[in-house]
């Protein structure tokens, strides 16, 4: 009988992180992720200097409760928009994922993009894949901290542009720059400014695959939106393996196209073997396969031993498009996306909303008359000044007995007291139903009824 003690051995919860030094790769799909780095970041650092109006056509004005998006002005009773277009992002990225897996993360999300730049900065300064081993694995020297210095100043620099852009979309970006080149910028701009700033830094530079792998839920149940029809990156077993190096093969050991370079895994940015299958650690970025096929252009064998595929395609069967979940997604995306833009054109440039005055339910005034006081709340959601003409139905003798027209300024808001009477004895006590009808002077079809109570003591 063995007496000994026990071996007692301490293991870590946590893997230590193993830095990724993605490989620089070049062809058809390196250029597609280029090409939308280059669109969106147009269309980001470029949208708050666009102009519309006499006014930056794109702006979140908090302050004020109004989202101008080119022509059209939002208010807060138009959050009913902003509800339905996350909806619509949310079924497009479903039909995407289950169409052609996670193309959203390999090509457009801000994480995958902002990492392309700044390893893309991080390699004009350092140099390629081996040199940046090399200078991280060397000891301190004057040259280390220059590189080192250099590219971190220059991930700041854009950093900060980022955060200032993103908060130019909240404070109009011509105001907002001479208050940060005075340092005179309240403190929730100078906050947002270095947060969003702080975030992208840290994101794209420090953290990178860490945010794909760890922090978004997407990867976590994506696999829920996937089936044997969805088209993901593959790699071809049966015509790679036994993968291993030209010179080893015989006539006894007949090898694979797989030469076995690694050059797959160096190319991945968040440092996975795609050979060892599907894994969600996998953003869709085909970095993998560019570089794949550099490789069997230099060997002289054909392209595609990793590929975007389907399961069952590689099985040898056909591929369904026309699948229930892809049709459902489809359709319902659709229909959404067609209510929306009906709502759109039908949208009338003004709302009205009727608020009783609490103080005066009802009174007697000269002549006997029954009077209420409503307030009426005008928003001209228009781009230009107009007049509108007030007027009330719904009882005998029913009349306004205050101003029946009112001004309103472009794109705003103004809350007007309306005095609303009726003969005396023309109506019985109680509550009865009335209806007011705002209507813009001069152009047709800006007009909206609300309706009210009008209560006889």
Not at 192 to 208: K, V
Not at 219 to 230: C, N, P
Not at 275 to 282: M, N, V
Not at 302 to 315: D, F, N, Q, V
Request: with cysteine; hydrophobic share 45%; glycine share 8%.
């Amino acid at each position: 009988m063995n007496d000994a003690p026990p071996v007692l051995e301490e293991r870590s919860l946590y893997e230590v992180r193993k830095k990724v030094y993605p490989r620089a790769v070049h062809g058809w799909f390196a250029a597609w992720r280029w090409a939308l780095v280059w669109a969106t970041q147009i269309a980001f650092y470029g949208g708050p200097w666009l102009t519309w109006n006499e006014r930056q056509a794109v702006l979140f004005d908090i302050v004020h409760r109004k989202f101008y998006l080119f022509g059209l002005v939002f208010w807060p009773q138009d959050v009913i928009y902003l509800t339905f277009l996350l909806i619509i992002a949310a079924l497009s990225l479903f039909l995407f994922t289950a169409v052609a897996g996670r193309l959203w993360c390999g090509y457009a999300c801000p994480q995958t993009v902002y990492t392309e730049i700044f390893l893309w900065i991080e390699r004009k300064i350092e140099g390629d894949r081996n040199a940046r081993i090399k200078l991280d694995q060397s000891g301190f020297s004057r040259k280390r901290i220059f590189l080192k210095g250099a590219k971190h100043a220059v991930w700041i620099a854009l950093a900060l542009w980022t955060g200032f852009t993103f908060v130019g979309y909240v404070t109009p970006i011509r105001e907002l720059g001479p208050a940060v080149l005075s340092l005179s910028t309240g403190p929730w701009e100078t906050f947002w400014i270095l947060f969003y700033g702080f975030a992208t830094y840290g994101n794209a530079g420090w953290m990178r695959e860490q945010v794909c792998k760890y922090m978004c839920p997407y990867a976590r149940f994506q696999s829920a939106m996937f089936d044997k029809d969805t088209l993901i990156i593959t790699y071809d077993q049966k015509r790679g393996e036994p993968r291993g190096k030209a010179k080893s093969a015989s006539p006894s050991t007949p090898l694979g196209d797989c030469v076995d370079c690694g050059i797959c895994v160096q190319a991945c940015p968040t440092g996975i073997d795609i050979r060892d299958g599907l894994q969600y650690e996998c953003i869709g970025c085909a970095a993998c396969i560019d570089g794949c096929d550099q490789v069997m252009d230099k060997v002289g064998r054909p392209r595609g031993l990793i590929r975007y595929s389907t399961t069952h395609a590689m099985e040898g069967r056909p591929t369904r498009l026309a699948r229930p979940r892809v049709l459902i997604y489809s359709a319902i995306l659709g229909a959404l996306m067609l209510a929306v833009a009906a709502s759109l054109w039908v949208r009338v440039p003004l709302k009205v909303n009727v608020i009783r005055d609490r103080a005066a339910i009802a009174r007697e005034v000269e002549g006997g008359f029954i009077e209420n006081v409503y307030r009426l709340q005008i928003m001209n959601t228009a781009e230009q000044a107009r007049s509108y003409s007030v007027g009330v139905s719904g009882l005998p003798t029913l009349e306004l007995s205050a101003v029946s027209t009112i001004e309103v300024d472009a794109a705003a808001t103004r809350l007007v007291p309306v005095r609303v009477r009726v003969s005396p004895g023309a109506v019985q006590p109680g509550t009865h139903p009335i209806e007011f009808a705002v209507s813009a002077l001069g152009v047709e079809g800006v007009a909206v009824r609300e309706k009210s109570v009008f209560i006889v003591r």
